[in-house]
């Protein structure tokens, strides 16, 4: 039975094995390695059981634990059109952690926080404003002395 894994049954019977029969003579009515018999009953030892017992921490420790995440909370709902690099710096200086933008948006993510909303005048605009608007602005002035600002920008802005 080499290279085959074994059911949480079959590694019961094993144990259940060992409480009558020398390791060898397991090995040889099942067929299964030595090593293997001995790492079921070395494991079985440990944890008393065959079945997988979970580890309580899996991965790396979360870089924000809830009381930072309270005052992230109430960062945003302060002032809620702050950009990313800006909350990294409140954070900074309210908690003194060191966290990338990159993480922040990830934990802003499993928080429920999403950035960019429409806001409400933006979803009650009616196309009729809205063809008068333009209208009055081809009036107005020529392509020439519009211009445009893209909030985005504001990501690359450089800090002093």
Do not use: C, W
Request: proline residues 5%.
């Amino acid at each position: 039975m080499t290279g085959k894994h074994l059911s949480p049954d079959m590694q019961d019977v094993i144990v259940r094995m060992t409480l009558v029969l020398p390791v060898e003579e397991i090995v040889n009515y099942t067929g299964v390695a030595k090593h293997t018999v001995q790492q079921i009953i070395k494991y079985h030892h440990k944890f008393g059981t065959v079945a997988l017992v979970p580890s309580k921490l899996v991965g790396r420790p979360p870089m924000l634990n809830e009381e930072d995440k309270a005052v992230l909370y109430s960062v945003i709902q302060r002032a809620p059109d702050q950009y990313l690099d800006e909350l990294v710096d409140e954070l900074q200086k309210l908690q003194n952690i060191k966290i990338t933008e990159v993480m922040l948006s990830h934990y802003l993510a499993r928080m429920n926080i999403i950035m960019k909303q429409i806001p409400k005048a933006a979803l009650e605009q009616s196309k009729e404003k809205h063809a008068e608007f333009k209208y009055h602005m081809g009036l107005l002035y020529t392509p020439e002395q519009l211009v445009f600002v893209d909030e985005s920008a504001g990501l690359f802005k450089e800090h002093a």
